[in-house]
């Protein structure tokens, strides 16, 4: 039996604890905050994909009664910043590299007078020719983005491991072809935004809805050229981050720069505009060709990779994400020969940036395409080869990847069963298809300086209840509730009696946010060490009030005794109170921390991304129109090894809701610019799944535990977008012989391209 | 340039209560609701009444507030999430979601559970088709859906119970704060 069924608050379904204010519609979301004196701040951007500002005149914005600060870069110390590559600013410093970008401010007493100030703003552009493909900008003569990137390259990598060209002579079967993704807008349903504000002693207090609120506050203090300390984050309620909110934009900066300028707090909320146009940074598009190469009975034996990912126009987060795309998915698989190469390209378009599954789903679904073409040209069901490569516990990917606990195989049965997969494929009816594909995700990943970790402190109260301070924040997936399971469980009190604070970069100490699926591992083991110590400052006084010695001590439903003798017991609050209200008494609090035992990537990229890796499989059955090219999904099936799984309703909620955005990105989304410029830039035009586009989905869990782990868990929530697109497109393939290569799948493309197959077998 | 126009003086009925408020004619039902009457629960997720974050009901009826002129809500009857609990109770659809979980970052909650129970209100007894073509106007892209029709299915099924996992102690504790509900 799993281990998780001798637990009594984990692997319980609870509700969360915030319920009560979601349903209710009291939790404060960045918009809902009002602060006395509240200014509203309207954002000028550039409206040209390339441009020199020759000059800006903002005499008349000034003038316009109401205005309380107008700023430009005059008002920053032009100092460039970003996640990796300091090559963002502010404000435009010379020129604007994208439409949306920022070039001046408007603090004003209400947002009508703000707008009209901005639009009063004199800007006088020098329009530079632009370009808009990261393969164009590669080319000798595109026009140069960054004076110092020659021909646009941010990043470029070439790594091989093993010998490929040995190994592709050694091959039965060579499949090579080119995939194409696209960039994916977050669409969460709140913008992003911030309420900045500026006191004489020099101290900004920034309230904003960030993913990440230390990291929000490096950059911040990076882009004013302050100290870390001079800058205070709170996150407010998040409604949907994604990795949409992870502090790479300039939302709070501007509020920031208004604030101290116009000396009073600074409101700016993105409209749903602007957040298309500069606000969350999209998916990172990606052209992946690859080669590989099997043997007769299905075995990979070599893979050859070139990425070219779009960055847009400011770095962000994607030379992290173009390194996760060209190496990540060798860990699913038992590789021994590969070559990954990588280039990472600037445009003149918004930059991109993380987007759920950080560059595994572009990866995935050039790879898990590639892999899925063998299976057809070998004859050999995709599952019996998916099955035959699969990694194992202790497998070391080609790139240092070390694996722990891993249930792919698991996933794979339970993925057969759910499906039905063998009855199915020997049965295929005309027009219907199955697909499949697997998937490797982390649960954390050492990219932020050599630190993967997090830290918590908890304090019990006199009435017993304990209060969890945690910097890393709550973005909606329920990871607070998770939090306080995993110190009730360590306590050994009701999950009713454990509280987690709102992260607060003043209150809290250092950890690195939602992004990775990182929280329920490496926070979860940080909450868990600070609840250990806890436990040992109550076992200590309540052996004296019992007279027993501390290691004979449990402690149960918030009761503390000695094992085998219930009758005689203290509670909690009967505990803290008594090692408080007593000469040299002292308060319960202990801070707790842990670091994933994952190493940085070397030079060469070689290291352990992360301290333990979650793996998964997916399958569809689809339908296809032949008349029309519609494609309806029959059925689709999700086996998830996340370890103990903490929470079910959260998890369940992470794996239905990263389908949700996988069936979007596959078959529904998509954004139509024209030299630069997103046509249209709203929900009218950008679909978004709605819950008629929601195919029957049957999920479930891999009894699995993660011996680095909380009570054996490991990450979760980005695992299920990862292989979505791939799925759908080889079922698509399987039904009707056709192939997109760049996404979205749209009936259109499977309409010509099926036009096109009859035509050539005329 | 800016064009004021005079402020007008209206009445606005919300959840049984008259607000007095003076906004310009062109002030969104959605702005009256957040800012002059400070009902923050109602949001505003696209401004093009396509999300359903800013659902309201007037007189009963469906419609984005994002797209409602205030003052043309005059003498109506506007519901928003805020009407919803009564004394710390909270209302079966608010129950089935916190059941079931259907709410991650809970910005369309307010939405979704106005739309449903504009939806129940009307026709206690959908079909699960019915309620996805009726709540396919309230946008998510945090569930994905599956349990928000598992929360409005267990109204229309009568399958919510009060007390559930570990809360309990909450949920009594919340009660016994208004002794006048036995």
């Not at chain 1, 809805?209 to 302050?226: D, E, H, K, S, Y």
């Not at chain 1, 679904?365 to 069901?381: F, S």
Request: aromatic share 6%; glycine share 10%.
């Amino acid at each position: 039996m799993s281990k998780a069924e001798k637990f009594s608050v984990v692997g319980q379904k609870v509700s969360r604890f915030e319920g009560y204010e979601r349903v209710a519609g009291e939790s404060r979301f960045i918009a809902d905050i009002v602060v006395p004196g509240m200014l509203s701040g309207k954002i000028l951007r550039s409206p040209y994909p390339h441009a020199r500002i020759v000059k800006i005149d903002t005499s008349k914005a000034e003038k316009v009664r109401g205005v309380r600060a107008v700023v430009t870069a005059e008002d920053t110390i032009k100092r460039g910043w970003g996640a990796f590559f300091p090559d963002q600013y502010p404000l435009s410093e010379g020129k604007s590299r994208y439409v949306g970008e920022e070039v001046a401010a408007v603090a004003a007493i209400d947002g009508d007078i703000a707008e009209e100030a901005v639009d009063l703003i004199d800007v006088e552009w020098d329009e530079l020719p632009a370009v808009f493909d990261a393969e164009e900008a590669m080319k000798e003569g595109a026009p140069l983005i960054h004076e110092d990137k020659e021909r646009n390259i941010a990043m470029q990598f070439d790594v091989e491991r093993g010998d490929i060209q040995r190994a592709f002579a050694e091959s039965d079967l060579i499949v090579e072809d080119t995939f194409e993704s696209m960039p994916q807008w977050h669409c969460a349903i709140e913008t992003i935004g911030s309420v900045a504000d500026y006191d004489t002693s020099g101290k900004y207090t920034v309230y904003m809805n960030t993913q990440t609120v230390f990291m929000a506050r490096a950059r911040i203090a990076a882009a004013l050229g302050i100290r870390e300390t001079d800058v205070r984050i709170i996150q407010s309620a998040v409604g949907g981050g994604f990795g949409g909110k992870s502090s790479d934009d300039n939302n709070a900066i501007v509020a920031a720069v208004l604030a101290r300028k116009a000396g009073k707090p600074v409101k700016i909320i993105n409209t749903r505009e602007e957040e298309f146009l500069a606000g969350s940074r999209p998916r990172v598009n990606m052209k992946i060709w690859v080669r590989m190469g099997f043997k007769k009975d299905g075995r990979i034996r070599a893979k050859h990779t070139r990425v070219i990912a779009d960055n847009g126009a400011y770095c962000g987060k994607a030379p992290a994400i173009t390194g996760v795309a060209a190496l990540r998915h060798d860990t699913c698989y038992k590789y021994s020969d590969v070559r990954a190469q990588a280039f990472l390209v600037y445009t003149n378009k918004i930059p991109t940036g993380a987007f759920r599954g950080f560059g595994n789903p572009s990866a995935e679904w050039a790879v898990e395409q590639a892999i899925d073409k063998a299976c057809h040209e070998l004859g050999i069901d995709p599952l019996d080869l998916a099955r035959l490569n699969a990694a194992d516990p202790g497998y070391v990917s080609p790139h240092g990847n070390r694996v722990q606990s891993c249930e792919l195989k698991q996933c794979l049965d339970m993925t057969e069963k759910m499906m039905d997969w063998k009855k199915k494929w020997a049965n295929k009816k005309p027009n219907i298809g199955m697909g499949l594909a697997c998937t490797v995700h982390v649960s954390g990943k050492r990219h932020f300086g050599d630190y993967d970790g997090s830290s918590a402190t908890i304090k019990v109260n006199e009435d017993g209840k304990a209060l969890i301070l945690s910097g890393e924040g709550e973005v909606g997936q329920g990871v607070f509730t998770a939090m306080c399971q995993i110190a009730a469980e360590e306590l050994g009190v009701l999950l009713e009696d454990v509280e987690i604070s709102s992260a607060d970069t003043d209150l809290t100490t250092f950890c690195l946010g939602a992004f990775a699926s990182r929280l329920t591992y490496v926070s979860g083991n940080a909450v868990r060490d600070a609840a250990g110590k806890v436990k040992e400052q109550l076992f200590e006084t309540a052996a004296e009030m019992l007279e027993a010695r501390a290691e004979d001590l449990v402690c149960k439903e918030g009761r503390i005794f000695v094992q085998e003798a219930e009758h005689k017991s203290v509670t909690v609050a009967d505990v803290a109170r008594a090692r408080l209200f007593r000469r040299g008494g002292a308060p319960i609090v202990a801070s707790g921390s842990f670091d994933a035992d994952s190493m940085s990537q070397d030079a060469s990229r070689y290291g352990n991304e992360s301290g333990a890796y979650n793996f998964g499989c997916q399958a569809a059955e689809v339908a296809v129109d032949p008349d029309t090219g519609q494609v309806k999904v029959l059925n689709y099936v999700v086996a998830s090894d996340c370890g103990t799984v903490i929470n079910p309703i959260g998890a369940e909620g992470q794996v239905e809701g990263a389908i949700a955005q996988g069936i979007g990105y596959a078959l529904i989304e998509g954004i139509r610019m024209e030299d630069g410029r997103p046509i249209n830039p709203n929900f009218g035009d950008y679909r978004i799944p709605s819950m008629r586009d929601m195919p029957p989905l049957t999920h479930g869990f891999a009894q699995s535990y993660e011996p680095t782990g909380p009570f054996g868990a490991k990450g979760l929530g980005e695992l299920g977008m990862d292989p979505t697109a791939a799925v759908i497109n080889n079922a698509i393939f399987d039904a009707v012989g056709v192939r997109i290569k760049k996404l979205p799948i749209t009936p259109e493309k499977i309409f010509m391209a099926l036009r096109e197959k009859e035509s050539q077998k005329k | 340039m800016l064009i004021r126009t005079m402020k007008r003086q209206i009445v606005l009925t919300v959840n049984g209560e008259e607000h007095d408020i003076e906004i310009e004619p062109n002030r969104l039902l959605l702005q009256a609701l957040r800012e002059d009457i400070g009902l923050t629960g109602t949001k505003e997720g696209c401004s093009i009444g396509v999300c359903g974050a800013c659902s309201v009901t007037i007189d009963g009826r469906l419609v984005s507030s994002c797209l409602t002129l205030a003052v043309g809500c005059q003498g109506k009857e506007i519901t928003t999430i805020e009407g919803l609990a009564k004394d710390g109770k909270l209302h079966p659809i608010q129950q089935a979601f916190l059941e079931y979980g259907g709410f991650q970052c809970g910005i369309c909650t307010p939405g979704q559970i106005i739309a449903a129970k504009a939806l129940l209100d009307s026709q206690p007894n959908p079909s699960e088709e019915e309620v996805k073509e009726w709540m396919s106007g309230n946008l998510c892209r945090c569930t994905g859906y599956y349990k928000i029709l598992e929360s409005v299915m267990a109204v229309v099924q009568n399958k919510i119970s009060t007390e559930h996992g570990a809360r309990k102690g909450q949920a009594a504790r919340i009660q016994s704060l208004y002794k006048s509900d036995s």
